[in-house]
């Protein structure tokens, strides 16, 4: 008697996995999907952001290698904080925000060339400009 109802719950479980799977692939996220419109001038401005958030974490993991007690990592880790958010504040930009568009680029092939391509401008120029 246990052998149907073991082999009910399998199928069970095998119809939810199947299911899940198929709605997880069946539309792949989009920028409409987050409610972020990222035009050539939104790329420019996050990837200053970026850049700077980049910079902002290099200088906390080389003071953190350098700190070997709890209470001056806690401090590190507050300092990064503080600068994430002044930079976030700056460019007027959520942390939210932030996430959802570097989860885009990272998913939508055409925002990562843009992305690459403003880099690489930027980069020319200096993250200024």
Not at 4 to 19: E, G, I, Q, S, Y
Not at 97 to 109: A, K, P, R, V, W
Request: proline share 2%.
């Amino acid at each position: 008697m246990k052998m149907p109802r073991r082999a009910f719950l399998k199928a069970l479980v095998l119809t939810a996995v199947t299911a899940l799977a198929g709605l997880a692939s069946a539309k792949p996220i989009a920028a409409q999907d987050l409610d972020i419109a990222i035009d050539r001038e939104r790329m420019v401005e996050f990837v200053r952001v970026h850049i700077a958030v980049n910079d902002v974490r290099d200088e906390f993991h080389g003071a953190v290698a350098r700190v070997h007690d709890p209470e001056g990592r806690i401090r590190a880790r507050e300092e990064v904080e503080t600068a994430l958010d002044a930079i976030l504040e700056e460019a007027e930009m959520t942390r939210e925000e932030y996430d959802q568009m570097t989860l885009l680029i990272s998913l939508d092939s055409d925002l990562r060339t843009m992305f690459e391509e403003v880099m690489a401008e930027l980069e020319e120029g200096g993250a200024g400009g």
